[in-house]
């Protein structure tokens, strides 16, 4: 499972940590509109695979937490935290249900919450 997941965190950030879409903040992108569009649809094709695996697993076993399933740094919100708006009304309920449960964090719950909201400033 902790390779799985990790893997899924890898390919979140394929693209975002790459040379169109990634760089340091305030520095100039030399890329085409095209390009950085087209490898955005590429993120955004990979980014719905994992919300809809991420969506599955949290069904079938509740909030996947590093401590749950003894993965360091898996960090798999940040799944969550990019996924596209149709899934957020099925993303909302399951978080909410995991949060009260317990098994989601305060932090990562309001983090998640706060990317279905539209991120205002929290």
């Known amino acids: 499972m902790c390779r799985l ?3 899924m965190i890898n390919n979140d950030q394929l693209y975002r940590s790459g040379e169109i879409l990634g760089g340091s903040f305030g ?14 649809s590429l ?23 590093d401590e749950r399933i003894d993965c360091p740094k898996l960090n798999i919100w940040l799944i969550f935290r990019h996924s596209q708006k ?10 909410t249900k ?11 719950y309001r983090l998640i919450k706060n990317h279905l909201e539209g991120r205002p400033k929290m």
Do not use: C, M
Not at 43 to 65: F, H, M, P, V
Not at 86 to 95: Q, V
């Open 86 to 95: 149709k899934y957020f009304p099925e993303i909302l309920e399951l978080i």
């Open 27 to 40: 520095t100039e992108n030399n890329s085409s509109k095209k390009e950085i569009d087209s490898v955005w």
């Open 5 to 7: 997941l990790n893997e």
């Open 98 to 108: 995991e949060h009260e449960a317990k098994r989601l964090n305060d932090f990562h």
């Open 43 to 65: 993120q955004i094709e990979i980014d719905n695979r994992n919300t809809e695996k991420l969506i599955e697993l949290t069904k079938k076993y509740g909030w996947i937490s």
